[in-house]
């Protein structure tokens, strides 16, 4: 079928690199006082410098740059002491001043890399350049009176472009690329990377090429893909239908296509762009950016554990799968929350196999994250050490957590059970030990002394301190005798 990747034969190999724009946590725009405040009136936020009006001078912000340097600190990329902006020049409605502030030939920051995947399927991805920029405006169409609208709010917001290199092999490495560069960004407080306020979004270029071949095939750009699953799904569809194309005989057009989510497709959108179409040249109202030492050192010192190293050293430190370690790091309040709970329960994989399975389908279930949760860690740590110690069967876990999670205290429900061991597991091993301990009590019992079972019942009592459940080790004791 027309789109599935799947069809794409051997001897093929799916070229892909990703542009993300990512909008800087800044309270202010890039070049001027306005406010970044998302979701107001429009056209609330704008000033003559965001206008484009004649005369006005923009003034960087340097909060901005501070999170570009970490930005590229975090990914492992040169920094550069001294980089400039430019003027790219194009017409469009949302862009009153006709050009837009960018870095071109001498970026922030570059020659990075960014990991993604974990275990076997691992592979680093090259980072061309990360550079600054300022955001244009939005176009607000009225499919009613068929009118556009132009909303500034947006335009000068800051951004952070992210431009890899082709080193994606498939549609599965961009989209876990995303999901890196969004825990990245979020983790270190550089965006709050909500895709549906266009926090984090991305350009795809998009080619095909025989295996073996060193040159690369005519690539499209797939462009402002605002969703993990459109990535997937938007090169999923670009590849195959490339691959339709030179099946047929004919040949790839450069083009810029947007993807068309209703439909489940890409579209034309205009014949693809070279660097020499938007007449770049320095941006005269600003001086070079120079970064000094006390600016490095800001940034280093801003830095946090990330997400990539955190994966790694739970399954060091934790014992965790490499499945578990990427679902527990989605998120840094996630793993913060995760690891309380290990702290408190000494139990790193009854810990994880509680957050993940009962709280997050919970949370989920109410459309709640993890800041949300009705349950604390100590309390998700206190059924953690009572199922460990086999006062609590898997099954009584459940119960309780369904029951703290609706508001009960979890000391007192613990209480309320006591302090037998219930857990069948832990009672049969017990009872196992018994039997193996007193071989000639187990014959004369098959013998016909029944009386013996109250001297196998005393014995697990000693070996379980008098904790395992009266009722529970009878049952198992007639089961293992016979």
Not at 137 to 148: L, Y
Not at 471 to 477: A, D, K
Request: net charge positive; glycine share 8%.
């Amino acid at each position: 079928m027309k789109g599935e990747v799947m069809d794409l034969p051997d001897d093929y190999e799916v070229v892909i690199g990703l542009e993300v724009h990512v909008q800087l946590k800044t309270k202010s725009k890039m070049f001027c006082a306005c406010s970044t405040n998302f979701g107001d009136s429009p056209n609330s936020h704008v000033c003559p410098v965001c206008l484009g009006m004649p005369g006005a001078l923009p003034v960087l912000n340097r909060e901005a740059v501070k999170l570009g340097l970490m930005l590229g600190l975090a990914t492992n990329s040169r920094i550069r002491r001294r980089s400039r902006f430019a003027r790219k020049n194009y017409f469009y409605p949302d862009l009153p001043r006709g050009y837009q502030i960018t870095q071109f030939d001498e970026p922030l920051c570059e020659h990075g890399s960014l990991r993604i995947g974990m275990g076997e399927g691992e592979k680093v991805v090259g980072i061309t350049r990360i550079h600054l920029e300022d955001d244009a405006g939005k176009n607000v169409h009225d499919p009613q009176t068929g009118r556009t609208y132009v909303d500034f709010n947006r335009c000068g917001i800051g951004l952070a472009e992210i431009v890899s290199e082709p080193d994606m092999r498939s549609p599965q490495d961009a989209y876990l690329y995303m999901r890196e560069i969004h825990s990245l960004v979020t983790y270190l407080g550089i965006s709050d990377g909500n895709m549906e306020q266009g926090n984090l979004r991305c350009d795809a270029n998009v080619s095909l090429r025989k295996k073996g071949e060193q040159a690369f095939g005519t690539r499209t750009e797939v462009k402002n893909i605002n969703s993990f699953r459109f990535v997937k799904h938007a090169l999923e569809y670009e590849v195959g239908r490339q691959l339709d194309v030179l099946r047929a005989g004919g040949r790839v057009v450069q083009e810029t296509r947007m993807f068309d989510s209703h439909r489940g497709v890409t579209v034309p959108m205009r014949t693809k762009e070279e660097a020499s179409d938007y007449r770049y040249f320095p941006e005269p109202d600003l001086m070079y950016l120079e970064v000094t030492d006390q600016m490095m050192q800001e940034a280093k010192a801003a830095l946090v554990e990330l997400p990539g190293e955190r994966k790694r050293r739970f399954m060091r430190e934790y014992g965790l799968f490499p499945r578990e370690c990427e679902a527990l790091v989605a998120s840094k309040d996630l793993a913060d929350y995760y690891e309380a709970v290990v702290r408190a329960s000494g139990d790193p994989k009854r810990s994880a196999g509680m957050v993940l399975t009962e709280l997050l389908g919970a949370l989920n279930k109410d459309s709640l994250d993890i800041m949300q949760s009705p349950i604390k860690p100590g309390d998700i740590a206190a059924i953690v050490k009572a199922l460990a110690s086999g006062r609590l069967s898997s099954k009584m876990a459940k119960k309780v957590f369904a029951q703290a999670y609706g508001g009960q205290p979890v000391q007192r429900l613990l209480k309320e059970i006591g302090s037998k061991v219930v857990d069948q597991e832990q009672i049969a091993k017990w009872v196992d030990e018994v039997i193996a301990a007193h071989p000639d009590e187990v014959r004369r019992y098959k013998a016909g002394k029944q009386g013996l079972m109250a001297f196998f019942v005393g014995q697990v009592m000693k070996a379980s301190r008098g904790k395992a459940d009266p009722g529970i080790t009878n049952r198992i004791l007639k089961e293992r005798l016979g």
